[in-house]
């Protein structure tokens, strides 16, 4: 079967994740999956943005209060350069370079999870050290459920990635896990991309007021 | 007749349908449970009706009452009307295009066990201490005050069955862009089709916004999140927002498809093409497009202002021109015909006036200051039914009577169902044409009960009446379908012998491969262009070769069920059961599980080879 | 032919506008019957687009049964194939161009009504005291199950009987304290929801010929689905004219503390100030904050036209609604707040109750 048939640098194809149908599916499908997950997204802000600075009483921290530059920008270098990486790891999968392609997405992973362990910090200064949580207020409730559902997908993806890594470590490159490899980093592109927004959303604009 | 078709016992029978992953039999899955559903929300709708016969009634309390109407709006909209479109488009969507499955089969059974699963959990609310009672928008502050665990069903329910839907609609989208067979173009593609694909479209980019607005009312009821409570600084108005944004679009996911069933009538029964495919097409495309731009039609009384309410109100009047597009190509499509009044065609016919109706008043619901009396009143209720009822649900019979042949073979008789027809068509006018004077008379929606002496009594009567007309149509229906599936009598390729489509060139019920080999598609209605020319099939499109067919999986089910198991443990841990949070893990533990197997069990699926194939066709030579 | 089309068209139009006309439902309730400045704008509104509408079904309807009963398959027709048609250009062009003319004509007001009927600027000017210059301001506040309404400019505060001036537009503004509501007087004008976040405003007007005919009551309505007492969430408008109204106001405005004066009452007031007093106020000048303000103010229940909005204004209903709630009136917050009450303690409140009365007749 095509899919499984083992391929050389000299046969390989030039877009390895189209190559089947079920290559061309996935693609497409996951594309759309992603126009949802922008609705999605779109939606967390637009309640962000109702909710911003919305406090029970004036004792509650306020976004201005919250944010700081040094810790955010760092995160947002992190996640960037990890989009940077996976580009990487999936040029080297288009050119049938197996290892290269899982050291590039060992580093993705690495990047994603120092990125994790960021906002793991910042939730819990924002609890300890302003009184900032989940239930202290409508702000609070936003801001936590909007950066949460994007760390929740940057933890999926990792989980993802890594599971793709392990399983296809012995067996290589084939049209069958090509796509999903795709697939894969196509998500990592897509979190990165949101999470511009909720730096510059939450954070930047926040710290302006 | 094929060598895969042996006879089975039932338990392998049901073991089949569990991990089915054939788009015909998910079909028949979405249309059985669908079904099921109907009668469930339609019990409910007699229910109101007994209560609301005479005034002052006590036949259910007030509490009753209002799980009642909202568990026969939730139901209606979410696990009948849409599941059971979804069975004709499993159903018929493929054939039409000439494909053999849709783009993932997995994701297929994935969608339906995730329906099927969050309808239970929503109906298990009846024995578990009560359903939810704030009505099928569930505004936020009645809710949030609700008592018991009635609005968490709701929430969990949907949450699931809402994932299942997505999935599905992601599936056809992909399926109609990748899998159309040789020269099946976009402007070729059956109307139905075509209906299938915006509402698909629709789903995509509507559910997000209602899986947002649940997840909210979730974090808000269990988990102590303040997004809706305004003491904390919290807006109920999101929650009105984020539903509508899903909600006016969710009408038109009903509706489009219903329009796409009526096209394949209108032109099979009349013998005629469509008349103005093309702005046909497009009039679908634009009344999805403008679906999302009226949500805030449903909030002119909320307080939004004039300027809001005046853009939704000229947006709103909008849909009409594409709407009264349709209406007059239908009309078109019979006009210079010969049309045949089959139970199928009956529906149609009556679909044209009760639908005009419904969309009028839709355009009077438009003219927001007139709405301020409208809104919320009995007049909406009647408006909504003749859309829905009108529209959906005389689509969803005539589509079952249509495409019955098709999906299981055989014929439904036609007189027991002109006679469902005429009882349905008249009990829904009795019902609901009376209910909007009754709205302008001053009658809100959504009460348990009204008092003398208000001039409501005969109304409310005459509704009630005409609702006994309707439930003795679906009982008409349910024995019609017992009979013909006890005769059994088979039918061949194109039982209503002027077919149109590419469905009706293969056998009835078709073969689990579809099409032996692709067809050569030359022209909009593909094959009527065949039979004109005096083919009895489909020229093909390629040689008889190997065809790749998915294997079933066992993990749909298994993974749907986890989310079951996994939502009632995140209901009761805010009642500190102890075993709360355990079966909250345990649950996510088999979603994850689930997954997992998965992504790691390759599943290249199997081939039926060309010998086998080719040993058919030598069969069906003897035979 | 087609003359005759049209004036057979134009005969059922105006037969089925003069059904509507003619006024199906109570004048007290129904928006068919207008009794003001806004229900009668709306009800313009709604003659004119049922115009248009009934225009379009007609339309339809012709050529639908033209076609439906020309173009039926005939015997001996069985094998005819119709001409397959394409489409035509210039019926789709006419199909598409005259809806949207007829929506043009239903835009136009269908804006300009948008917006005047949202003009409540009067509200805005205060004196320098902060009351309203020249509108009457009530502020109506809706609760599970009853309505409380506030004259914020006098300081009085009634609930459940509201009480306006004939003839002059009235502006509210609209709240509710625990679930949303909606406040809707059919026969006056159309709805407005009352959210627990943030304030609306319209106004209404009522107008005194049409109130005559209803008695000077019209009936309001929650439109808002808010619990299992939605259905009888109802309250009452009484409408004065100018100089009775005002007299109203000012003997609300002097209302003292009732005192009982016989026997009976005097053992209610008793039972009043143990049971019922920590919610309900006696005084139309109730100074506490809302939020303590938790059942309707009692201060001219006598007065009342029903009781808790949908029962009779009899003793006897008094009694029975004193006596169980929550059979009255399901998941009302009454219930289960003051203890069972003897027959005699029932006796006792009931003229008690009664009694209050405000208005110097």
Known sequence: MAAEQKYTEATWPSSPERATLEGKNKFLGFWLFLGGETVLFASLFATYLALKDKVPSADHALAKDLFEIPLTFMATMLLLTSSLTSVYAMYHMKNFDFKRMQAWLLVTVLLGAAFLGLEIYEFNHYVHEFKHTFTSSAFGSAFYTLVGFHGAHVAVGLGWILTLMIRNAKRGLTLYNAPKFYVASLYWHFIDVVWVFIFTVVYLMGMVG | MSTYAQKKGIGATIWDYLTTVDHKKIAILYLIAGGLFFVVGGLEAMFIRIQLAVPNNDFVSAGLFNEIITMHGTTMIFLAAMPLLFGFMNAVMPLQIGARDVAFPFLNSLGFWLFFFGGVFLNLSWFLGGAPDAGWTSYASLSLASPGHGVDFYVLGLQISGAGTLIGGINFLVTIINMRAPGMTYMRMPLFTWSTFVASALILFAFPPLTVGLFLMLFDRMFGANFFDAAAGGNTIIWEHLFWIFGHPEVYILILPAFGIFSEIFATFSRKRLFGYSSMVFATVLIGFLGFMVWAHHMFTVGLGPIANAIFAVATMAIAVPTGIKIFNWLMTMWGGSIRFTTPMLYAVAF???????????????????????????????????????????????????????????????????????????????????????????????????????????GNLVSSIGAFFMAAAIIILLINVVITSVKNEKVGNDPWGDGRTLEWAIPSPPPFYNFKQLPLVRGLDPYWLEKMEGKKGMM???????????????????????????????MYQVDDKPWAIPVLILGLLIVFGSMFIRSIKDDHGFHIHKEDLLDEDDKEVKA | MKNRLHKWRLLSLFAMIALILSGCGKPFLSTLTPAGEVA????????LSTAIMVLVILVVTVMFIYVIFRFRRKKGDENKIPKQVEGSHKLEIIWTVIPILLLIVLTVP??????????????????????????????????????????????????????VPTDQRVYFNLKASDVKHSFWIPAVGGKMDTNTDGENQFFLEFDGESAEKVKNQFYGKCAELCGPSHALMDFKVETKSPEEFDQWISDMKSAKAPKAEDGLAKQGEEVFNKSCIGCHAITPNDSRPEQARRAPNLSNFGERSKIAGVMDHSEEDLKNWLEDPEKYKPGNKMTGTYGDLSSEQLDALTAYLMDLKVENK
Do not use: C
Request: hydrophobic content about 50%.
């Open chain 2, 352 to 458: 044209i006036p009760s639908f005009v109706a419904g969309g009028v008043t839709g355009i009077m619901n438009a003219v927001a200051p007139a709405d301020y009396q409208f809104h919320d009143s009995y007049f909406v209720v009647a408006h909504f039914h003749y859309v829905i009822v009108g529209g959906v649900v005389l689509g969803l019979l005539a589509g079952a009577h249509f495409y019955w042949p098709k999906m299981f073979g055989t014929m439904l008789n036609e007189f027991l169902g002109k006679i469902t027809f005429w009882l349905f068509l008249i009990g829904f006018h009795l019902t609901f044409f009376i209910q909007h004077f009754l709205g302008l008379m001053g009658m809100p929606r959504r009460v348990f009960t009204f008092m003398e002496g208000q001039g409501l009594e005969t």
């Open chain 3, 110 to 163: 269908t804006v300009s009504y948008t917006f005047a009927l949202a003009d409540v600027s009067p509200m805005e000017k205060k004196d320098k005291d902060g009351k309203t210059k020249d509108a009457l301001v009530i502020n109506v506040r809706a609760n599970l199950y009853w309505w409380e309404f506030e004259y914020p400019d006098e300081g009085v505060i009634t609930s459940q009987d509201l009480v």
């Open chain 2, 540 to 570: 093909p499109a390629e040689p008889i070769g190997d065809i790749h067919m998915p294997n079933n999986s066992f993990i749909p089910f298994v993974l749907s069920m986890g989310m079951f198991i996994a939502a009632f443990g995140a």
């Open chain 3, 40 to 47: 009668q704008t709306q009800f313009d509104l709604m003659v």
